[in-house]
């Protein structure tokens, strides 16, 4: 089992573009949660997909959006990127009750 | 916001038992207590959980207040691989609410 996997793993991007990253959750897995973790902050929470819905906001702004697959990966798209966007930016799947798993993150840089 | 109170950091000698605390007084009666550790900007690992009672695994060991209002992880022969920041985090029962992490407990692990 290959764990939650996020692709890519770096990227560096300018301001004002778009992009897109990716999520394959935990065999079994059917939630998918993102968060976005500023240099030394604590990971902050974007949202939450389950059933292929949108179900919990964290405070984002309308830029960050998802989408989940029937398969149950996950994409995170945010548009016209700022500098603030620069972070690390987790997946992490569970099944509903049981303990989250987190990816290994990507490193998003906008220049 | 964040649902734990925990010290920003704390320093343990190695092979000593590392005691990190975790307040988390407006649990509710159905809300487990998990504890996650990041290792340089890897994905969050998890570590152990409980609801009431004293939990063990193979990491580490889980103390839980009888009033349930806070919580003391241990890890009872800390390495130098032991340095990472650790979460406490109160997991909700109900599958449509957000999961906060806060800033976490920094351990420098002493040699």
């Known amino acids: 089992d290959a764990g939650v996997t996020q692709s890519p793993t770096h990227l560096i991007k300018t301001r004002g573009q778009q992009v897109t990253l990716r999520c394959s959750p935990k065999?079994?897995?059917?939630?998918v949660s993102w968060y976005q973790q500023a240099l030394g902050q604590g990971p902050q929470f974007i949202f939450q997909?389950?059933?292929?819905?949108?179900?919990q906001r964290g405070n984002f702004p309308d830029r960050f959006s998802g989408h989940q697959f029937p398969n149950y990966s996950s994409e995170l798209n945010v548009n016209a990127l700022l500098l603030g966007d620069s972070a690390l930016y987790l997946c992490?799947?569970?099944?509903?009750?049981?303990?989250?798993?987190f990816g290994p993150g990507t490193r998003l840089t906008v220049t | 916001d964040a649902k734990t109170t925990q010290p920003p950091s704390m320093d343990c000698a190695e092979g000593r038992a590392a005691n990190l605390p975790c307040n988390h007084s407006?649990?509710?009666?159905?809300?487990?207590v998990y504890w996650y550790r990041q290792i340089h900007s890897q994905g969050p690992q998890y570590i152990i959980h409980g609801l009431k009672n004293n939990e063990t695994n193979e990491m580490a060991s889980l103390i839980i207040t009888e009033d349930r209002k806070s919580s003391t992880l241990i890890l009872p022969h800390a390495t130098l691989r032991d340095t990472a920041v650790y979460y406490c985090?109160?997991?909700?029962?109900?599958?449509?609410?957000?999961?906060?992490f806060g800033k976490g407990t920094r351990l420098h692990i002493l040699p």
């Open positions: 992490a799947s569970s099944l509903w009750d049981r303990y989250m798993y």
């Open positions: 065999s079994g897995h059917d939630t």
């Open positions: 985090i109160v997991r909700p029962t109900n599958r449509d609410d957000k999961i906060i």
């Open positions: 407006t649990i509710s009666g159905n809300e487990y």
């Open positions: 997909y389950y059933e292929e819905e949108e179900r």
